[in-house]
């Protein structure tokens, strides 16, 4: 490696899972406020099969590249 080459550091896992938190946590607040009125009487698991797929695509395609990008200064 040259002298001028930068050395890139590995991403802190700790740092990324307490930017997930940060964000998935008001994620689910939101989610449920939305999803909670519309499925009131549904058992949990069908709930749950709302919910689970639709925090799931807002994570992977939403909240993870936004912190692998934007965020990556503060890994």
């Known amino acids: 490696m040259s ?7 590995a991403p802190s896992r700790i740092r ?4 997930v ?6 994620l689910v607040t939101v989610l449920q406020l939305i999803l909670l ?4 009487g549904w058992s ?3 709930r749950n099969l709302v919910f ?3 925090m799931v695509t807002c994570m992977v ?3 993870i590249p936004f ?5 990556r200064h503060l890994l």
């Open 3 to 9: 002298g001028n080459q930068a050395q890139s550091r």
């Open 16 to 19: 990324f899972a307490v930017l």
């Open 21 to 26: 938190f940060l964000g998935v946590y008001p």
């Open 37 to 40: 009125p519309l499925t009131q």
């Open 44 to 46: 949990l698991p069908l």
């Open 52 to 54: 689970v797929p639709v």
């Open 61 to 63: 395609w939403g909240l």
């Open 67 to 71: 912190i692998q990008t934007r965020l």
